[in-house]
């Protein structure tokens, strides 16, 4: 003959377990849930990384090469070509120096750009963007080294 106070033991363990099987067949079915919503956003976000992508490369210059390396060509400034056609970096920097009220140091321009300048590695970079630029014929560069617009 079967203990009583066994089979009760039995039987409430058996739906605590049937309980707990309800949660966890419950919380599978979210987390399945969860998970097709996040493959359905990892598709989109490739869909729409793809896109910019594209809109980058259509919008971007066009790199030349030197030396077998990729280098982002900066137009000399002549009649037939638009300021339009630099890189979106360069046009910054020439509008921040037409910005000045005269003629200004690349320190100047980084400050007007949002550079640090308090770091050297930063306006380096800028400062040979500058030269580049004048090199092509869009800003001058005075004698004290101070940059500002052709006419």
Known sequence: MLDPELLERITARRAELDELEEQLAKQLAEVRAERDELAVAERVLDRVSEQLAD???SAA???GQVGG????????????????????????ILAAVRQAAGPVMARQV???????????AKLEPL?????????????????????????
């Open 69 to 92: 390396r990729p280098v982002m060509l900066i137009p000399h400034r002549t009649p037939d070509v638009e300021e339009t056609m630099l890189p979106p970096d360069y046009q910054r």
């Open 55 to 57: 809109e980058r490369a």
């Open 127 to 151: 400062r040979g963007k500058l030269v580049r630029l004048v090199d092509r014929g869009w800003p001058r560069k005075l004698p004290d080294g101070r940059f500002t617009t052709r006419l």
């Open 110 to 120: 980084g400050e007007i750009l949002g550079v640090d300048i308090t770091v050297r």
């Open 61 to 63: 210059p066009a790199p």
